[in-house]
Nanobody, 127 residues
Framework: QVHMVESGGGLVQPGGSLRLSCAAS????????MGWFRQAPGKEREFVAG????????KYADSVKGRFTISRDNAKNTAYLQMDSLQPEDTAVYYC????????????????????WGQGTQVTVSS
């Protein structure tokens, strides 16, 4: 059983930045396609960003494109989500997810394509 643990959430003012980390217990994160999702109160979980195991072809939701950057360090077994220019509408619980399946770009956005999930970390953007 693979365990993923997110960290780095918190309270930040509009325009600020946060970097989320996702540490995987399994030493073979290099064999996982990774994704970040978020869920705001009263809303469905939505895709934020995804990256393939090769770190190529990252994919972003239109709402975060140009502000968020997904990356991974396979040697540290960790994925990251750098979030800049945060806005109140970015407030949500953020989840990292992984899968051993090779995802095509169109499948990266689908939560049901990921096998492993973290417990989530709260991000609140407010003045």
């Amino acid at each position: 059983q693979v365990h993923m643990v997110e960290s780095g959430g918190g309270l930040v003012q509009p325009g600020g930045s946060l970097r989320l980390s996702c540490a995987a217990s399994e030493r073979t994160i290099r064999n996982y396609d990774m994704g970040w999702f978020r869920q705001a109160p009263g809303k469905e979980r939505e895709f934020v960003a995804g990256t393939r195991r090769s770190s190529g072809y990252p994919k972003y939701a239109d709402s975060v494109k140009g502000r968020f950057t997904i990356s991974r360090d396979n040697a540290k077994n960790t994925a990251y989500l750098q979030m800049d220019s945060l806005q109140p509408e970015d407030t949500a619980v953020y989840y990292c997810a992984g899968t051993t399946s090779y995802l095509i770009l169109s499948s990266m956005t689908r939560a049901d394509q990921y096998n492993y999930w973290g417990q989530g970390t709260q991000v609140t953007v407010s003045s």
